[in-house]
């Protein structure tokens, strides 16, 4: 079973900042919080991955509070091309990636 | 440089015939991974090569999958024989990150297998 919970879906427009939360209540001391991004008819691809506080890159920013229950994946000024499926995960290190159902982003004109 | 290729994209076959998947790995990359989505359901974790050691098969579901990579390079996953719920999308990922702290891996494109 996953892991992670975040939301199913969400709408957003065309240059508007997307904030996509994800609860890990039970998250291991050792374990990363990494976000992948999956476009349709391709595989998922690494956006960014964190253990406490602020990360930031050239696609996107992820907040971590202090008691890692929960994180959030920030994408500043969405454009269409954004539409995808995020998934978030708890992993370590060079061991097996555990998907969730993922949330559905789909950015509208 | 050249990205996780995966061979054939798709294939269509019958339930007890045999299909042999085919994964090329980033050059230098030492992790290889399988996964499969089957049926509309979540991404599931198959097994991880490390060089051309199994690391951790414990996704493999049953022993009519086979998956080799000999001499650490590429990887085949053989189904024998194909059953219809065998039926889905394989990925094949790379890395090459070995005990160092990044859970970023190389997806290739996916083959979709279809069982009659």
């Known amino acids: 079973l996953a892991k992670t919970t975040q939301p199913i879906s969400m709408d957003s427009y065309e240059g508007q900042e997307v904030n996509i939360t994800c609860s890990h209540n039970n998250i291991a001391t050792n374990d990363y919080i990494t976000w992948y991004q999956q476009f349709p008819s391709q595989g998922p691809r690494f956006i960014i991955q964190g253990y406490k506080t602020k990360v930031t890159n050239e696609v996107a920013s992820l907040f971590i509070p202090a008691d890692r229950k929960s994180s959030t994946l920030s994408l500043p000024r969405v454009s269409l091309s954004d539409t995808a499926v995020y998934y978030c995960l708890e992993a370590g290190s060079a061991r097996q990636l555990t998907f969730g159902s993922g949330t559905q982003l789909t950015v509208l004109p | 440089e050249a990205g996780v290729t995966q061979f054939p994209s798709h294939s269509v076959i019958e339930k007890g015939q045999t299909v042999t998947l085919r994964c090329d790995p980033i050059?230098?990359?030492?992790?290889l991974y399988w996964y499969r989505r089957v049926m509309g359901k979540e991404i599931k974790f198959l097994l991880h090569f490390v060089k051309e050691s199994k690391q951790d098969e414990s996704g493999m579901p049953n022993n009519r999958f086979l998956a080799e990579r000999t001499g650490g390079t590429y990887s085949t996953l053989k189904v024998q024989p194909a059953e219809l719920e065998d039926s889905g999308v394989y990925f094949c990922?790379?890395?090459?990150?070995?005990?160092?702290?990044?859970?970023?891996?190389?997806f290739g494109p996916g083959t979709r297998l279809t069982v009659l």
């Open positions: 050059s230098g990359h030492d992790n």
């Open positions: 990922a790379s890395s090459p990150y070995l005990g160092e702290e990044s859970n970023e891996q190389f």
